[in-house]
């Protein structure tokens, strides 16, 4: 049926109206649709069982992991025989996270595979909201990856803390309320102290200016001397026990990916220096470049500001996929190969 000129021109305007509220209401529900469909991409990751594929492949349970387990089923939490803490025990002893896993389990009642679900599932969905907000969905897919299955399933501790952290370490809390949230992190992993240098130099040296890009390669410099030679030294002087751990540097062609992304970094520092992820990338590849010649420990580094190092490869002007993102898939392949012991 034909509508009448005048008509035609008004249900046109109510289509196009309705369409234009529809994207606008789609627009404003984005994060909330994101965030769901992060927790659904949680979930499915944990699907393939990557502690018992693990397990089968070496032989043995994945390291922190199975420390932990023996600690909250043994009831040998430090919390569980330490009565008194002084102001330093309460960060070289990891008070809260101890804390935390006691409360799950013995008050709650939370079995140790429940507890490490519950945090894996909160590490992933926070890793990958970040990346698909920032970087876009497909940018997840190098969420499969060697060091995020040992970081989220094995290295809970630090994970746990710098997905609190995550919410904080750009200011946007102001702060006193962000001075706390490194505080209470601090208690569950004492290395939360170097990653607030990080985040305090990645908010400092912001303008796109040599000045900061010296400054920011300085800090990581540092923090690489801190965890490498030092770090004994600095360990041993607050009694941690961390002193004396074994050795867990990685070698130089492990590491050859990441030197080559801080040197296209530099190549295109202003570009890098414009945001927050590419500062702290660029601190993190810092610190890789000087463990790579002192043998200090890079992958959980990396690992831990894997979003801030993805988003950054996002960041490489060209189509339809970032040069870096190109040179990484075949790295991460060959990361594969290693982990499952093919190599």
Partial sequence: MNLPADQYFIEKGNIKSNFINSFSILVKRKPISLLFLSFLFSIAFQLPGWPEIFSYVNGHQMTDRSVYERMVTGFDLPTDYISEYSLIMYFSAEFLWNMFLSYLNRSIGLSVDQIFFLITTMVIWRISFEIASRAGWIYTLLLMNPLIIDYAFSQLRIAFAIFI????????????????????CASIHTSIFLFAIMHFSVNKFFDSRFKNLIMLCLTGFLIAILVGPLREAVLG??????????????????????????????????????????????????????????????????????????????????????LITLLFIPYASLQWLFWLRVI
């Fill in 165 to 184: 952290i995550s919410f904080f370490w750009t200011g946007q809390r102001g702060k006193v309320i962000t001075f706390f949230a490194y505080a209470v």
């Fill in 237 to 322: 002087a607050i009694g941690d026990r961390r002193a004396e751990y074994h050795d867990m540097s990685s070698t130089f062609y492990y590491l050859f990916f990441w030197i080559l992304m801080w040197f296209f970094c530099l190549f295109r520092w202003k570009d890098i220096m414009a945001s927050a992820d590419g500062r702290y990338a660029l601190i993190i590849l810092s610190i890789v470049i000087v463990n790579a010649f002192t043998g200090g420990y890079s992958t959980r580094f990396i690992a831990a500001a894997f979003p801030s190092l993805v988003i950054s490869m996002n960041k490489w002007p060209s189509k339809p996929v970032s």
